[in-house]
């Protein structure tokens, strides 16, 4: 049997390792304990948490705290409404987390220069407009002081990174030109890619193609270098992966043969969720969905390069919405709802088997949220992916509730919350009356100021392998700290940690619950 590294010899393996050990043995090594942070959400001089040395000093954090799991959100470049699960790209990444710090270092930006720009005065919050009238600016000047006509790496990078790069690159500097707005709204030549047009776009927008070709090489460089302090810190990072991709992004202009498209590469129908208790209407997220005629058809191989390059980037991969692979919500393209919406059959566990083939038993994170029919949890099973479980939705008062502690399997990764959950501080005085009741003497607590405390210690002691607590809880921060709140618009993902936040005093409570609760590798063990 080929041996794969896991918990005991180093890998972030998650569950199905194949080493010769038995399970029941690496059982006792496997729990683990991390936090949910956003790369957005570290404090920075320039606006927005990136790659710079902040990010470097909270992986120290994270070591010193006895955490060896740090989860974060999807790290593609960003558009209109700043969320990270609606990306111009699904492989590229967002050019606001390069390190400005680095390109003066390299003496492609001055101090001067980057002093003088307005990145916003509040530390507690990204201004993504400024970020976006500012940033681009900065990185053109560096970008014509690099000679990237004589950086072997950079044409390697664009060289191996060709099967998305160009496409990416060539999308953002015609729509550049053309004032932002979608390709929906080109003209037809080259909104349909014809080559005539293809030809003439790339040949006047050369110098613009290869800027943001630019950008990705310094992004990549400047994230596998994080990347690889954290893993020699003993932290693996959990990434995340969106099942859909944005309408408006290079990924739908150009593969519309992935998605159910009409001739005119105009959306047939669109994903979203139908109505429920939490939503009258639904949820219209207006993604195109996927041909999965199409894709079984060919080995589903756009899908295995999109999870390889993933699987380059982190160590762990959460798989969002992982029930629209058995079942997805089609609403017809042009609805003002959800409402009017119909369920489709997903690819299932065929998916999955051609996935573990191409790439190998891959750790991976099921997100299985919310209302789950059979189907879904018999695919979640078969797969044995972990799945997720999170404290916030325990306490509705009913007897049997899945996310209550004590009916968690081992496989799977519990959180006080997510980042579409507000923070615990921010969560109790919305509980019902009888809810709030529930809770505490579940938890065994009077005060509604120990809950928090009491659920993050929950979390850590309770059977699952791996339990991850966002920042925000850890802090005891209240509703201002919120990342997220699911069906609006303005708001969010924009919550910063301040630079003083994560203290001494801090870093040795995270590590002593951690040894508490056995959630240290033996490799970090004092």
Not at 245 to 262: C, G, I, K, R, Y
Request: glycine fraction near 8%.
């Amino acid at each position: 049997m080929k041996k794969v590294l896991h918990q005991v010899c180093g890998c972030a393996a998650l569950t199905n390792c194949l080493c010769v050990n038995s399970r029941t043995e690496m059982r006792k090594t496997m729990r683990r304990c991390g936090v949910l942070m956003p790369i957005s959400s570290l404090p920075s001089r320039f606006g927005i948490g990136g790659f710079s040395k902040e990010a470097y000093e909270f992986v120290d954090f994270l070591a010193a705290s006895g955490q060896s799991v740090w989860q974060i959100l999807p790290l593609g470049p960003t558009g209109y409404g700043d969320s990270p699960y609606q990306s111009f790209s699904t492989f590229a990444g967002s050019p606001y987390y390069i390190s400005l710090d680095a390109l003066i270092e390299e003496g492609l930006l001055t101090e001067e220069e980057c002093a003088s720009v307005d990145f916003g005065d509040d530390e507690k919050k990204v201004h993504y407009e400024k970020i976006y009238y500012t940033r681009f600016k900065l990185l053109r000047q560096a970008f014509e002081r690099a000679n990237i006509n004589e950086n072997t790496a950079y044409h390697e990078f664009v060289e191996e990174n060709k099967h998305w790069l160009k496409d990416y690159a060539m999308y953002m500097a015609i729509k550049d030109s053309l004032g932002g707005i979608s390709w929906i709204e080109w003209e037809e030549d080259i909104r349909l890619r014809k080559p005539q047009a293809m030809a003439d776009y790339e040949s006047r927008l050369a110098d613009d193609i290869a800027f943001y070709c630019y950008q990705q090489y310094l992004f990549a460089a400047q994230w596998l270098k994080l990347k690889s302090y954290a893993n020699d810190k003993g932290i693996s990072i959990v990434g995340d992966i969106p099942i859909y991709v944005a309408f408006d992004s290079a990924d739908t202009w150009a593969n519309p043969e992935l998605f159910q498209l009409n001739e005119e590469n105009v959306p047939i129908a669109v994903a979203g969720c139908p109505p429920d208790a939490f939503s009258a209407t639904g949820q219209l997220w207006g993604n195109p969905l996927y041909r999965w005629d199409y894709h079984e058809e060919t080995g589903f191989a756009w899908w295995m390069r999109r999870l390889s390059h993933c699987f380059n980037i982190y160590d762990i991969v959460r798989i969002d919405h992982f029930r629209g692979f058995d079942a997805y919500w089609a609403i017809p393209y042009g609805d003002e709802t959800a409402e009017g919406g119909e369920w489709k059959t997903g690819p299932g566990y065929k998916f999955f088997e051609a996935m573990k083939k191409a790439l190998g038993n891959r750790p991976v994170i099921a997100e299985d949220l919310g209302f789950l029919t059979p189907s879904v949890l018999k695919l979640v099973k078969k797969t044995g992916y972990p799945g997720m479980k999170v404290l916030q939705f325990a306490f509705d008062s009913r007897d049997e509730n899945d996310y209550l502690p004590h009916n968690y399997p081992n496989n799977c990764v519990v959180y006080t919350g997510t980042h579409d959950n507000d923070t615990v501080n921010g969560w109790i005085p919305a509980m019902s009356r009888k809810d709030l009741a529930f809770a505490k003497k579940y938890l065994d607590v009077r005060r509604n100021a120990d809950i928090c405390e009491r659920l993050i210690r929950t979390a850590l002691g309770c059977v699952a392998d791996t339990a991850v607590i966002p920042m925000q809880d850890y802090l005891e921060l209240g509703a201002e700290a919120r990342i997220n709140t699911p069906s609006t618009l303005g708001g969010n993902w924009e919550w910063r940690i301040e630079s003083d936040a994560c203290t001494q005093e801090l870093s040795e409570h995270m590590l002593e619950l951690a040894q508490i609760y056995g959630r240290i590798p033996k490799t970090k063990k004092k």
